[in-house]
């Protein structure tokens, strides 16, 4: 699927959507691969991996396959990009998650119903925690990864109307003792974010590290939705 194909073919009067997007963090047998797409007027203008394996002989092919990748996404405007030799999984887990970021971009232009037809588009979404007069966006928003003395914290919020529907940790900590805590702290923060409406919740006790982690990540994600 072309990113910005069809987008400047699309209507008169079809809204001109910019923004950045975050794919899911795609696993590969290296380690997770997370790319961010910035759109301006409905073509990718940047792209980055947020998330990239490190450690050993990670660190010598993320920095040679990565720069390679970004520029082939800002070229082709498009996930249907080459593998980078060498890097096979990288490249793979790669275009997984930018084709995350630029269906995440459809659909949010989507939901503003702008008339652009498979433009990868960010909304011009209002200020998620405040509903403030600006247009009346959805979309779904995925923070930062946040790094604790337990493990990564990364939130996903949606928006519908100017308003947090829901609240997600896509990370959080595992393994041993973190999973209880994990288990028992997480609800009770997605809940707490969507009724809140912003970053300002309460640190859940017990779980202190994870719900500063959480916050910090969710404020990303807000600051994104506000555009």
Same mark, same amino acid.
């Given at each position: 699927? #072309? !990113?910005? +194909?069809? /987008?400047?073919?699309?209507?008169? %009067? =079809?809204? &001109?959507? $910019? ?84 269906? #995440? !971009?459809? +659909?949010? /232009?989507?939901?503003?119903?702008? %008339? =652009?037809? &498979?433009? $990868? ?85 017990? !779980? ?20």
């Amino acid at each position: 699927m #072309k !990113a910005s +194909a069809g /987008a400047s073919q699309g209507a008169a %009067g =079809a809204a &001109q959507v $910019s923004g950045t997007f975050d794919g899911d963090a795609a696993q590969t047998q290296y380690g997770a691969v997370q790319v961010r797409i910035t759109v301006s007027k409905n073509r990718i203008t940047k792209a980055e991996a947020v998330q990239a394996p490190k450690g050993g002989q990670s660190d010598r092919i993320t920095a040679d396959a990565v720069p390679k990748l970004n520029q082939a996404v800002v070229t082709r405007q498009s996930p249907d990009i080459d593998a980078v030799s060498g890097a096979t999984y990288t490249s793979a887990g790669y275009r997984k998650s930018l084709q995350s970021a630029i269906d #995440k !971009a459809n +659909a949010s /232009a989507g939901a503003q119903g702008s %008339g =652009a037809r &498979q433009g $990868s588009k960010a909304p011009e979404a209002s200020k998620a925690p405040e509903g403030s007069g600006n247009a009346q966006a959805g979309g779904t928003f995925t923070g930062d990864a946040a790094q604790t003395q337990y493990g990564t914290v990364q939130v996903r919020i949606t928006v519908s109307g100017g308003r947090i529907t829901e609240a997600e940790a896509v990370q959080a900590p595992k393994g041993g003792q973190s999973d209880r805590i994990t288990a028992d702290a997480v609800p009770e923060l997605n809940r707490a974010a969507v009724a809140a409406g912003t970053a300002d919740i309460d640190a859940v006790s017990g !779980a202190t590290f994870t719900s500063a982690g959480y916050r910090k990540s969710l404020q990303s994600a807000l600051d994104r939705a506000g555009g």
